[in-house]
């Protein structure tokens, strides 16, 4: 199978099972479990926080921010496209009666400072605290510039606010730029990265955070029934994703830029290949051309792709280079 709907499909690597078959455990919730400790003292390191906290998904990462930074009947500022107002069950307002204010994304992914601005609350009785300003990166397979986060920073900051990045594809970001993870994570108070996407892991993701920080999320974690005990058999994956994945997704980032290149070619198609920064590619489909059929026609010859007039293409470990050309023949068939 070759599968475009998602990062997330991708398979643990033959190093990770060797390492999840021999990792050292113990019961996480003493914090007695050796590789689990380790992972989080890694990742605190390498992204520069003083604290990290193992977690089972991106979006518990994101719902414990969300919970750690603001109280019941605070809200929290994010974009209309954001995974965590759009695509996380309305979590924050059901579990943490926090009070999600969507703002408009650009076409670039950020959001206007001056909407920001605009959407922050006077201290009024009508009104929640905006407490938290958070930003993803990348969103939508985009790369927020290095300058508009710092000044978003420092916009939070002036306005009193704390500021979390959903940077569950952090790693695709700084590899598109050139960059360390932690030259995009130095702008914030929090950070979820999810090691299971194009990084390969089985399942986990990391906040980041100060002391303080991690120590509410822990409280909710467990709370949240995340308390995982030997743990470590999932961490053994997870460090391999931080120390051998992340290099790799230059290879992701190629075959996007490729496939977008075979894409443009054919004429019932139209992408934008200035949306095509890191492993994602859309492609608008001309009016006439069922994504449902076609995608059954694909299936059956072993492509999988998610059916929808604009389609997200997505690269990753388990697809190669030679698969993107297989797909693009395939495409040409179904599609006349
Ligand atoms: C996938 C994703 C998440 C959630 O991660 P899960 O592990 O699927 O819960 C959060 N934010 C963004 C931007 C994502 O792409």
Same mark, same amino acid.
């Given at each position: 199978?070759?599968?475009? %709907?998602?990062?997330?499909?991708?398979?643990?690597?033959?190093?990770?099972?060797?390492?999840?078959?021999? *990792?050292?455990?113990?019961?996480?919730?003493?914090?007695?479990?050796?590789?689990?400790?380790?992972?989080?003292?890694?990742?605190?390191?390498?992204?520069?926080?003083?604290?990290?906290?193992?977690?089972?998904?991106?979006?518990?990462?994101?719902?414990? *921010?969300?919970?750690?930074?603001?109280?019941?009947?605070?809200?929290?500022?994010?974009?209309?496209?954001?995974?965590?107002?759009?695509?996380?069950?309305?979590?924050?307002?059901?579990? =943490?009666?926090?009070?999600?204010?969507?703002?408009?994304?650009?076409?670039?992914?950020?959001?206007?400072?001056?909407?920001?601005?605009?959407?922050? +609350?006077?201290?009024?009785?009508?009104?929640?605290?905006? %407490?938290?300003?958070?930003?993803?990166?990348?969103? =939508?397979?985009?790369?927020?510039?290095?300058?508009?986060?710092?000044?978003?920073?420092?916009?939070?900051?002036?306005?009193?606010? +704390?500021?979390?990045?959903?940077?569950?594809?952090?790693?695709?970001?700084?590899?598109?730029?050139?960059?360390?993870?932690?030259?995009?994570?130095?702008?914030?108070?929090?950070?979820?990265?999810?090691?299971?996407?194009?990084?390969?892991?089985?399942?986990?993701?990391?906040?980041?955070?100060?002391?303080?920080?991690?120590? &509410?999320?822990?409280?909710?974690? &467990?709370?949240?029934?995340? =308390?995982?005990?030997?743990?470590?058999?999932?961490?053994?994956?997870?460090?391999?994703?931080?120390?051998?994945?992340?290099?790799?997704?230059?290879?992701?980032?190629?075959?996007?830029?490729?496939?977008?290149?075979?894409?443009?070619?054919?004429?019932?198609?139209?992408?934008?290949?200035?949306?095509?920064?890191?492993?994602?590619?859309?492609?608008?489909?001309?009016?006439?051309?069922?994504?449902?059929?076609?995608?059954?026609?694909?299936?059956? +010859?072993?492509?999988?792709?998610?059916?929808?007039?604009?389609?997200?293409?997505?690269?990753?470990?388990?697809?190669?280079?030679?698969?993107?050309?297989?797909?693009?023949? *395939?495409?040409?068939?179904?599609? %006349?």
């Amino acid at each position: 199978m070759i599968d475009f %709907r998602s990062d997330t499909v991708t398979k643990p690597t033959q190093a990770m099972r060797a390492a999840m078959a021999q *990792a050292e455990v113990g019961d996480d919730v003493y914090g007695d479990d050796p590789t689990v400790n380790s992972l989080q003292e890694m990742a605190a390191d390498m992204f520069g926080f003083d604290g990290a906290l193992f977690v089972s998904s991106g979006t518990q990462a994101n719902l414990l *921010a969300l919970m750690a930074h603001c109280e019941r009947g605070d809200e929290y500022l994010c974009g209309q496209q954001a995974h965590n107002y759009k695509f996380e069950g309305g979590g924050a307002a059901v579990l =943490g009666s926090i009070q999600p204010q969507p703002l408009n994304n650009q076409a670039d992914g950020s959001i206007l400072l001056t909407d920001i601005e605009a959407a922050i +609350k006077p201290d009024d009785v009508h009104f929640a605290h905006t %407490r938290l300003l958070s930003l993803e990166n990348t969103i =939508g397979g985009k790369v927020l510039p290095q300058d508009y986060l710092a000044a978003a920073q420092s916009l939070a900051f002036n306005r009193g606010l +704390k500021i979390h990045l959903d940077g569950a594809r952090v790693a695709n970001a700084a590899v598109a730029q050139g960059i360390n993870m932690s030259e995009i994570t130095q702008y914030f108070d929090s950070v979820s990265i999810c090691l299971s996407k194009g990084l390969c892991a089985p399942i986990g993701s990391i906040l980041l955070g100060d002391e303080r920080l991690i120590a &509410k999320a822990t409280r909710w974690r &467990k709370m949240l029934g995340g =308390g995982m005990r030997q743990a470590g058999i999932i961490a053994a994956a997870a460090k391999l994703a931080l120390t051998d994945q992340v290099e790799r997704l230059a290879e992701d980032h190629y075959n996007a830029k490729l496939l977008a290149q075979m894409l443009v070619e054919i004429p019932e198609l139209t992408v934008d290949m200035s949306l095509v920064q890191t492993n994602m590619v859309f492609a608008t489909l001309s009016e006439h051309i069922n994504s449902q059929s076609l995608a059954r026609t694909l299936a059956n +010859k072993g492509i999988l792709l998610s059916p929808s007039h604009q389609l997200r293409l997505v690269t990753h470990n388990d697809i190669n280079t030679a698969d993107i050309s297989i797909f693009v023949n *395939a495409l040409k068939q179904a599609i %006349r």
